[in-house]
């Protein structure tokens, strides 16, 4: 069972808990509009200083400040006129801005090269901190920075602990991180190259 502050999430006003969620996929789906209506969707009450406040927030600021108008930036349907790590920046920022209890990432990092990965990960442990994060990710570079880690396995929970308690267990998550960083089987002997 899934409990927030002790409910059964059965029992809870789903319309009320929904207002306590921020969700940033994988693929941010923006509307067309500027940047700023695109972070403020979420809030289209939000006064400009406060936008920017949750844009400084993420660290999207800057990349803002270098596009064609800044916050009045014309954002093309879908957001197709921005870079998948550009996206990602301004749904943190919308996620900041509606200020979340829960925020769920759910494989945001997955489409993003190595340094905009780096970027948006910088970004998500600005806001992370605050509130309760969970975090889908098939990346285990994602889930070895997780304070804990549960490991799915056809819709089950297979390994619940923190990184190191995983590797030290040595089930699933092990075999996985061993196979990424391609580290030997445990009593197998180091070869070495010379």
Do not use: C, K
Request: without cysteine; charged residues 25%.
């Amino acid at each position: 069972r899934v409990t927030v502050d002790g409910t059964d999430l059965r029992d809870l006003d789903l319309t009320s808990y929904r207002h306590r969620l921020g969700v940033v996929p994988q693929e941010a789906y923006l509307f067309q509009g500027t940047v700023r209506d695109a972070i403020a969707y979420g809030r289209p009450d939000a006064t400009d200083a406060e936008v920017e406040a949750a844009a400084r927030a993420v660290g999207a600021h800057d990349m803002i400040a270098t596009l064609d108008g800044g916050y009045l930036h014309e954002v093309a349907e879908r957001g197709r006129n921005l870079s998948a790590g550009q996206r990602q920046l301004i749904a943190l920022a919308r996620a900041e801005l509606v200020d979340p209890d829960i925020l769920l990432l759910d494989e945001a990092t997955a489409a993003l090269d190595l340094a905009t990965e780096a970027l948006v990960n910088q970004a998500t442990d600005r806001i992370a901190g605050r509130r309760t994060t969970l975090v889908v990710a098939h990346r285990l570079t994602t889930a070895a920075r997780a304070d804990r880690v549960v490991v799915m396995d056809h819709g089950r929970v297979a390994e619940d602990g923190t990184h190191e308690e995983l590797l030290r267990l040595g089930g699933r998550y092990a075999e996985l991180w061993r196979t990424f960083v391609g580290a030997p089987e445990p009593g197998e002997p180091v070869r070495s190259t010379a």
